[in-house]
């Protein structure tokens, strides 16, 4: 008996332990990228992060931006910043489109080697997506601990080799794994290009516009691909289909190749490096070299970050769970239309990849939208309203408009899809398809990088990973489902479970600020953030009595 009502006491100890160690890694993180931060941006510290750890004589000098910093990635010209928002949209077309790529070619892929089961035809698309569900939790992190512009050449480069290999694969289950590879480098960019945007835009305006554009071409690739392969497949081989997937990526690599750094953290230690070896006997050093950078830290820090972002913060896990079910959706359309189109309408390959033009027409329809709201939003802003200048206001109302939109499609489309309906009635479902799924997309994930800042890239690959999972094990079941339930019936029960999500965003509009007043993440880093505030206007109000014309700020340390 004592056993048993200890038993509980024992579990909720346990819970409550490890509820601590979360939380006390959490405010580690946040301290120590915040002091970074502060460091970065010219802003007196109370101590160099991690400095313990750092051994040498004499004096170190931490560098810093300066005002107007022309190597600050905020103050560089439009003209740069636009050209690398280009670049990072060139780059995720790559990705996206490869992860439908084989959607029309699967019957010949198969048809060469004898592949006859249904679950496994689903595999070419669920194994790339796969590697979608293990990269982000290691490239979003590590893009936030490396830098950005390397582990982008790096993993691009990667996503290349593994995507001829796909085009030269000898069997079914050596191309199989090329497709996994080759997803996992492939989502790189996913969890990268927001860090990249967080890193040059610091005003949340033109952050937010960037982030549009974004998000525009990450449906256009998988939309562009069926395309590709249903033409390609029937007239030059299915191999054709990854060669023109690869020739596209290596004119590509050509302005990836010239991308600029852009994480502040690391041009900085460049700066120092360049300065000790200029004047040997200079300690010139960033803050971010003066940081543990141990395998210990990697682990238990940088690497969780994501994970433990999914498991204890709520905004996290619930944006994860509404776009993945969306973006599983999505995903299973690549089964459903070729069910639908050639099944009921009997048209050809090629013809059925130029059935999802609509929805990539409904995504590019959303831009107007996108941009009217935020000029809506900044003349509230400029008005003082109470409305505007809660966060949640900010994007999320995008998304609650995007759900309705998206549950309307796919009762649209399930239940005008009959032999007895025009082919384009059932297709031009696709407009708010695509309306509403860029709709979610955008409120949602611009969300996410408002309330987590400096940790953006990290937020992102958590939802990501999670939302591959459901794109991986969704589209399985997709054939079973549609042939016992039939399209109506597949398609109003999907519609019902987006329904019952779509009531995510309206939750945030209503509750938003309270979830966030719970969160020990946004806690600490709201914290943090008004501290470092505070810095900089008593610097201000310092410079402003003294006269001082300013400089490169210098913190000068005995050691």
């Known amino acids: 008996m004592s056993t048993n009502t200890s038993s509980p006491t024992a579990i909720g ?7 601590e160690l979360v939380r006390s890694i959490s405010n580690q993180d946040v301290e120590s990228r915040y002091k970074t931060e502060e460091a970065d941006n010219r802003l007196p510290t109370d ?4 400095s313990s750890s750092f051994q040498a004589a004499g004096e170190r000098t931490i560098l810093s931006w300066e005002p107007n910093d022309k190597g600050n990635p905020h103050n560089w010209p439009k003209w740069r910043k636009v050209t690398i928002l280009v670049t990072t949209m060139l780059m995720v077309i790559n990705s996206t489109m490869s992860s439908s790529l084989p ?10 080697w004898g592949v006859v089961s249904k679950l496994q035809m689903v595999l070419p698309m669920s194994t790339y997506l796969a590697g979608y569900v293990f990269g982000p939790i290691i490239w979003g992190p590590l893009s ?3 830098g950005r512009r390397n582990l982008t050449l790096g993993t691009f480069t990667m996503f290349m080799i593994w995507t001829m290999a796909c085009a030269l694969a000898p069997n079914w289950p050596a191309f199989l794994i090329f497709r996994f590879l080759c997803g996992i480098f492939a989502s790189a960019p996913i969890a990268v290009v927001t860090g990249f945007l967080a890193d040059i835009y610091d005003d949340p305006v033109p952050r937010g516009r960037a982030m549009a554009w974004f998000m525009a071409t990450t449906i256009g690739g998988p939309l562009f691909a069926p395309v590709i392969s249903g033409f390609c497949s029937p007239s030059v081989g299915w191999r054709w289909t990854f060669w023109v997937g690869l020739i596209y990526a290596g004119v590509t690599l050509v302005p990836i190749a010239l991308l600029p750094e852009t994480y502040a953290p690391v041009l900085l230690t460049r700066r120092a490096a360049k300065m000790r070896k200029a004047n040997p006997k200079a300690e010139f050093y960033s803050a971010f070299e003066l940081e543990n950078h141990d395998m210990t830290q990697l682990l238990t820090r940088v690497l969780t970050r994501p994970i433990r972002m999914l498991l204890t913060e709520l905004i996290v896990t619930a944006t994860c769970l509404y776009l ?6 999505f995903y299973m359309s690549f089964q459903a239309f070729p069910l639908i189109f050639q099944g009921v309408y009997g048209l050809s390959p090629g013809v059925t990849g130029l059935c999802y033009l609509p929805i990539g027409a409904g995504a590019l329809l ?3 939208v996108f941009f009217w709201y935020d000029h809506y939003l900044r003349r509230a802003q400029a008005k003082d309203l109470p409305w505007a200048r809660q966060e949640e206001y900010r994007r999320v109302p995008l998304a609650a408009l995007g759900g309705p939109l998206f549950v309307i499609s796919l009762f649209w489309l399930g239940w005008s899809a009959k032999s007895d309906v025009p082919f384009v009635v059932p297709m031009l479902a696709g407009l708010p398809f695509g309306a509403g799924f860029m709709l979610i997309f955008m409120g949602m994930l611009n969300y996410l990088t408002d309330a987590y800042e400096i940790f953006a890239a990290s937020a992102n690959a958590a939802a990501s990973s999670v939302r591959s ?3 991986v094990v969704l589209p399985l079941a997709t054939a079973p489902m549609f042939q016992r339930l039939g399209i109506s019936g597949a398609c109003s029960l999907l ?3 987006s329904l019952i999500m779509s009531a995510i965003p309206f939750i945030f509009l209503w509750k938003g600020e309270r979830i966030r007043a719970g969160s020990e993440f946004c806690i600490a880093l709201k914290e943090r953030r008004l501290e470092m505030e505070r810095k900089v206007a008593e610097q201000r109000d310092r410079k402003s009595r003294s006269g001082a014309d300013g400089g490169m700020f210098r913190e000068k340390e005995s050691v």
């Open 144 to 146: 936030e601990h490396l």
């Open 469 to 471: 999972i459901f794109a």
């Open 495 to 497: 519609g019902g479970l």
């Open 47 to 50: 101590d160099t992060p991690d």
């Open 103 to 112: 959607s029309m070619a699967i019957p010949y892929i198969a048809d060469e």
């Open 324 to 329: 993945a079910l969306v973006y599983a959706i």
């Open 366 to 368: 959303t831009l107007p």
């Open 13 to 19: 100890r346990i819970n409550s332990q490890l509820s």
